[in-house]
């Protein structure tokens, strides 16, 4: 691996407090990112391509989970001081429908060939089923404990979800909004979670281990377990270049490589405090990370690899 594997490319100022961010979400089609200011209660739109914020939107308080489905004009978002997902057109950037969900909404998947979005609920242990059709909650899925995040597995078109405080991969038929597997994982406290579905993989990251652990999705057997940075949350890879980055609670952004079905590490890449969420763009490679303090004001860091 190169001496740094990813260079800064800027910082630019974010509206609002020095607080607390969490998922994102890219539209390839415009271009947009989709940022939850969770301590701010503000949902942000970032335009990639000029570099800015396009707008702010108000009334999302402790914003976490956000879900764009640009074939639909649809992001979602999870309002958990709230208690409910909020369903916005991403057109004229109006709330269309807020719908109640449990204790504790977080991670968001959508299952094309139903229509139809899964939310879970990680503290009250469940998983939400929204009918993208109707904007209304259809079916409620008890996980068993404290659900992490959620992915879609365009492979089996079967919905994954981390159950952390069971320490399983969870597999959910979305045609019938059941649960059809639950498959042991090694780690302490499955939370993160990205799906590799052409390379039938699954990337798990553990917060209570620091542990990432490399999936087979036709076995359910885990076939590497490397160490990453302290508390390692969200996840997002890159497809053209097939690096893996895993964002975390501390100050590094870890950065894989995935080679022939196999995993390698590159670097623990210092990039700023609560470095946990993380974004990519597949056409221009460029890596996003919002950071809650620099200099006194939240910035969004905007990275691109060394490796091409």
Same mark, same amino acid.
């Given at each position: 691996?190169?001496?740094?594997?990813?260079?800064?490319?800027?910082?630019?100022?974010?509206?609002?407090?020095?607080?607390?961010?969490d998922?994102?979400?890219?539209?390839?089609?415009?271009?947009r990112?989709?940022?939850?200011?969770?301590?701010?209660?503000?949902?942000?739109v970032f335009?990639?391509?000029?570099?800015?914020?396009?707008?702010?939107?108000?009334?999302f308080?402790v914003?976490?989970?956000?879900?764009?489905?640009p074939?639909?004009?649809?992001?979602?978002?999870?309002?958990?001081?709230?208690h409910?997902?909020?369903?916005?057109?991403t057109?004229?950037?109006?709330?269309?429908?807020?719908v109640?969900?449990?204790? +504790?909404?977080? !991670?968001?998947?959508?299952?094309?060939?139903?229509g139809? /979005?899964?939310? =879970?609920?990680?503290?009250? &242990?469940? #998983?939400?089923?929204?009918?993208?059709?109707?904007?209304?909650?259809?079916?409620?899925?008890?996980?068993?404990?404290?659900?992490?995040?959620?992915?879609?597995?365009?492979?089996?078109?079967r919905?994954?979800?981390?159950?952390?405080?069971?320490?399983?991969?969870?597999?959910?038929?979305?045609?019938?909004?059941?649960?059809?597997?639950?498959?042991?994982?090694?780690?302490?406290?499955?939370?993160?979670?990205?799906?590799?579905?052409?390379?039938?993989?699954?990337?798990?990251?553990?917060e209570?281990?620091?542990?990432?652990?490399v999936?087979?999705?036709?076995?359910?057997?885990?076939?590497q377990? +490397?160490?990453s !940075?302290?508390?390692?949350?969200?996840?997002?890879?890159? /497809?053209?270049? =097939?690096?893996?980055y895993? &964002?975390? #609670?501390?100050?590094?952004?870890?950065?894989?490589?995935?080679?022939?079905?196999?995993?390698?590490?590159?670097e623990e890449?210092?990039?700023?405090?609560?470095?946990h969420?993380?974004?990519?763009?597949?056409?221009?490679?460029?890596?996003?990370v919002?950071?809650?303090?620099?200099?006194?004001?939240?910035v969004?860091?905007?990275?691109?690899?060394?490796?091409?």
């Open positions: 691996a190169p001496a740094q594997v990813l260079l800064p490319l800027a910082d630019v100022p974010l509206p609002g407090r020095a607080t607390r961010f998922y994102q979400s890219l539209d390839p089609l415009t271009g990112l989709y940022i939850a200011h969770m301590g701010d209660g503000k949902l942000l335009d990639t391509h000029g570099r800015n914020v396009v707008a702010s939107l108000p009334d308080p914003v976490t989970g956000v879900r764009v489905i074939e639909l004009h649809r992001v979602l978002a999870s309002v958990t001081a709230n409910e997902v909020a369903i916005v057109d057109g004229t950037l109006k709330v269309v429908e807020r109640a969900d449990g204790d +504790f909404p977080d !991670g968001i998947a959508f299952a094309p060939a139903v139809k /979005a899964y939310v =879970s609920d990680e503290r009250g &242990g469940h #998983e939400t089923v929204i009918d993208m059709k109707t904007n209304r909650r259809v079916a409620t899925i008890d996980m068993g404990g404290e659900v992490g995040n959620t992915q879609y597995d365009a492979g089996s078109q919905i994954l979800a981390n159950v952390q405080s069971r320490n399983q991969l969870v597999v959910i038929d979305p045609g019938v909004d059941a649960i059809t597997a639950r498959h042991p994982l090694p780690g302490d406290g499955p939370h993160g979670l990205e799906v590799v579905a052409p390379e039938r993989l699954a990337f798990v990251a553990c209570g281990d620091g542990q990432l652990l999936v087979n999705l036709d076995t359910w057997k885990t076939m377990t +490397f160490s !940075g302290h508390e390692p949350d969200v996840l997002a890879f890159d /497809a053209g270049l =097939s690096l893996l895993v &964002g975390t #609670e501390s100050n590094v952004v870890s950065v894989f490589r995935l080679q022939k079905g196999r995993l390698a590490k590159l890449v210092p990039v700023g405090p609560d470095a969420s993380i974004a990519v763009d597949p056409a221009t490679h460029e890596v996003f919002p950071l809650r303090n620099v200099g006194g004001q939240p969004l860091r905007i990275m691109k690899p060394a490796l091409e």
